[in-house]
């Protein structure tokens, strides 16, 4: 089992900056790809940011593409979002997930086994 642990969400202007770090147990052999997603209030959550543990492949939505960077660091068995230029509709409760098999796409809720507790992100206009 592993345990993700968001940290780094909090509140910041519109056109403000962020990083959220998502810090897991440890690194089961079989951990594929660490992902971000985020769910506003009375929305689905959506896939934000992916991660292979290989670092060689890195995915974004079109919606935070060119403002948001996902980066890992294997030794502290951690991943990152830094978040720029963050508007009004980023606001959101930001989740860490952990693939425990190869997903297909790495971009689909299905393809993660392991979530974290979650950290708030509130941009304010």
């Known amino acids: 089992q592993v345990q993700l642990v968001e940290s780094g969400g909090g509140l910041v202007q519109a056109g403000g900056s962020l990083r959220l770090s998502c810090a897991a147990s440890?690194?089961?052999?079989?951990?594929?790809?660490m992902g971000w997603f985020r769910q506003a209030p009375g929305k689905e959550r959506e896939f934000v940011a992916a991660?292979?543990?290989?670092?060689?492949?890195?995915y974004y939505s079109d919606s935070v593409k060119g403002r948001f960077t996902i980066s890992r660091d294997s030794a502290k068995n951690t991943i990152y979002l830094q978040m720029n230029s963050l508007k009004p509709e980023d606001t959101a409760l930001y989740y860490c997930?952990?693939?425990?098999?190869?997903?297909?796409?790495?971009?689909?809720?299905?393809?993660?086994?392991?979530w974290g507790q979650g950290t708030q992100v509130t941009v304010s206009s």
């Open positions: 991660i292979t543990w290989t670092g060689l492949s890195i």
């Open positions: 440890h690194r089961t052999f079989s951990t594929y790809a």
């Open positions: 997930a952990s693939e425990a098999r190869p997903g297909r796409t790495h971009r689909i809720i299905e393809e993660y086994d392991y």
